[in-house]
């Protein structure tokens, strides 16, 4: 029994320490992500020429988080659930030179979404999301290397439209490849990079001879109303002629009597 009671006395005291140190490494844990300034939902650590490497990859993310330190120079966003982006949801973050957004579930970003970007960001990182389409909107005048590819690209009228007011470096828009199409009778290949694609086809074609084909028809219909207008004003005024007519006609005779009673007047 003695030895039972060390045995079991000796375990517990070791149990003890081993919670105590997981219980102390966590504190400390927590005390240098006060320190510091980090996201809870990240792991920061500082540059050799100032400012923080912010690490949020693989944590399960549905949203950017919203306490990013300030100075934050890279930032990995990478390996999460995120399917949109937010206008200004890195509005706070005037030093960020690189950001990775790879390898979420993307589908939308809202006009906005990377402003106050502008002077600072260098690298964007958008592959292996589920973007279809770019708008100017988006990305707001951004001048980094973007990487866009393992993106279901669709190739139409609107994407063509919007690929020359984007100003990111022209090597970044080789990685539009397109997935999906529209005119489908045009033939564009599943695979081929956007920019041959565009320089190649009008992908407005269609577009442009429907807007033609609407507009034949509004124009159409204000012609028709035009002419029941004129229709209707001509009949209007017809009426109206014709009984200003005939009080006309009436006239003479009642100009008559006063001649006739004047007459009978000198004779008398």
Request: charged content about 20%; aromatic content about 6%.
């Amino acid at each position: 029994m003695p030895l039972l009671a060390e045995w079991l006395l000796c375990h517990s005291l070791v149990a003890c320490l081993l919670l105590h140190s997981l219980a102390l490494g966590a504190t400390t844990a927590g005390l240098h992500r006060a320190n510091t300034g980090c996201s809870e939902s990240c792991y920061c650590s500082e540059m050799a020429d100032g400012g923080r490497v912010v690490r949020c990859s693989n944590m399960h993310l549905a949203e950017v988080p919203h306490d990013l330190p300030n100075d934050t120079r890279r930032l990995y966003l990478d390996g999460n659930l995120l399917t949109t982006i937010p206008a200004d949801a890195f509005a706070g973050l005037p030093l960020l030179n690189e950001l990775d957004l790879s390898h979420n579930e993307l589908t939308q970003m809202e006009p906005g979404a990377f402003r106050g970007l502008v002077p600072s960001l260098r690298s964007l990182d958008l592959s292996s999301n589920r973007l279809t389409t770019l708008e100017p909107e988006v990305l707001g005048g951004l001048r980094a290397q973007a990487n866009l590819t393992h993106n279901p690209w669709h190739c139409d009228c609107r994407l063509q439209v919007a690929m020359p007011r984007l100003d990111l470096e022209p090597v970044s828009l080789a990685g539009v490849v397109c997935h999906t199409s529209e005119p489908k009778d045009v033939g564009v290949d599943t695979g081929v990079p956007f920019i041959m694609v565009a320089a190649d086809l009008d992908l407005c074609a269609g577009l442009k001879r429907t807007t033609d084909v609407a507009m034949l028809v509004t124009m159409f219909g204000w012609f028709a109303m035009v002419i029941s207008y004129l229709v209707y004003y001509v009949r209007h005024n017809q009426e109206d002629t014709r009984r200003h007519l005939e009080y006309l006609k009436s006239l003479p005779s009642k100009l008559d009597r006063p001649e006739e009673s004047s007459k009978l007047s000198t004779v008398v």
